[in-house]
């Protein structure tokens, strides 16, 4: 299973001090460990469906549909090139929604265990209860890892221990 670098850092280093050291591997690349990225390109990719596909759980995929190529481009190299201003010109409309609907249709995450045969749980959340009530946080760990609130309903202090949540952007 493949972690994102903020989950292992959590999982793995996070008493150590920043900036993390990481190796990267130029040459004799080790394939049994790690997934081979063949290019940018393929990392652009990647980063574009993971847009889509919260896009579509938000929006019905209406927003990113409606953007041009070059939008996507402008999201990329904002992200790439660490160009906040770049970035959320564009990133801001995937993270509005408007009045009528009284927020995003699903908020998508994933919560990453490892306490479990299951690497990570990932299903459809509605961010309103159905009397109107905003969800939290709490709410989420409620539905989808009820091991993770204690029983007077706070979540457990040191939840690293049974999961570690990751949003999916």
């Keep these: 299973m493949h972690y994102p670098i903020g989950l292992l850092f959590d999982l793995l280093a996070s008493s150590s001090a920043l900036p993390w050291n990481i190796t990267v591997h130029f040459k004799s690349f080790p394939e049994k460990d790690l997934l081979h990225c063949p290019s940018k390109d393929a990392i652009e990719a990647h ?59 699903y908020i998508p995450f994933r919560i990453y265990q490892t306490t479990t045969e299951r690497p990570f749980i990932q299903k459809l959340f509605r961010p309103v209860a159905a009397d109107g009530q905003l969800h939290t946080l709490g709410d989420l760990l409620k539905e989808v890892c009820p091991s993770a609130v204690a029983p007077e309903g706070n979540i457990i202090s040191n939840i690293k221990t049974c999961l570690s949540f990751s949003e999916v952007k």
């Design 47 to 105: 980063f574009m469906s993971c847009m889509k596909e919260a896009d579509a759980l938000k929006h019905k995929s209406q927003v990113i549909n409606e953007m041009q190529k070059k939008d996507h481009k402008q999201l990329w190299m904002g992200l790439q090139n660490d160009r906040f201003d770049q970035f959320w010109a564009i990133n801001r409309k995937l993270m509005e929604y408007p009045a009528e609907e009284n927020g995003f249709r």
